[in-house]
């Protein structure tokens, strides 16, 4: 019934969107609360960038209709899936998309202080790197071990992707670095993780860090993440010419070949 479907039209400034937002009176967050959603905001900038280029090839939305929403802590929209009224210039688009927003990824290679003698930069051919992953339960792979990567989703409030790699790297493996000495993989254009269906952009960097072997065995094993909440995360040290067959995830394998491409070329 019209009572229970609340719906307006949000309109960007100096744009040529104007998309009407449909929300179901079940879904758990307002309709004001997902207008005001980052993720989706940086959608609808999104749609009217490429609209603003002009051309042939463009997608068009005339509408979504909200479907799901899940909201963490006082009022704090975390995902949001619609369906999308979208075609492009032959027809109709699929248009299911799950809003998540940005990510940020870290290959973090560990290298020992009684190693330094040697100047060689660790490619993943390189036995003597070591690369940080973490491992942690995903109910949607399934897997009970899941070895990553450490990373973290973007808050809102304009972090940039280094700081919130710092935070992510000292929250998951207790690493202290800095920004400048983390190395940029993916520049101005992070790698899109399933834009069949998902928003989120994935930035990927790396740092290499020399430590104390103390310092590196403290590391390994490592547990973190709240508990309490089903965040369970343990570190693992991988050599780096092992880490391409040790995990599956995307990032983790993409960051590996990127630093290794970086080397090869020469581009440091």
Known sequence: SPSALA???VVLEKSRVAVRIECPAHIPASLAQIQQFPPLVAWLHSLDRQLAAGGNQRITVRALRIQSADVFGPGNVGFVKFAADASDGEGHVPGVVFLR???????????????????RVPSFRDARGLAVVVEQPRAAVPSAALRELPAGMMDAGGVRFAAAAVRELLEETGVCVEPHELVDLTGPRPLLASPGACDEAVALLACEKTLHPDAIAAIAGRRA???AAGERTTVRLVRLCDLWACSRDMKTVAALALWDRRHATGDC
Request: with cysteine; glycine share 8%.
């Open 7 to 9: 719906a307006a039209t």
């Open 101 to 119: 927003g940005d990510s940020v990824a870290v290959l973090l290679i560990l290298r020992s202080a009684d190693q330094c003698s040697e100047e």
């Open 225 to 227: 993440g709240l508990r």
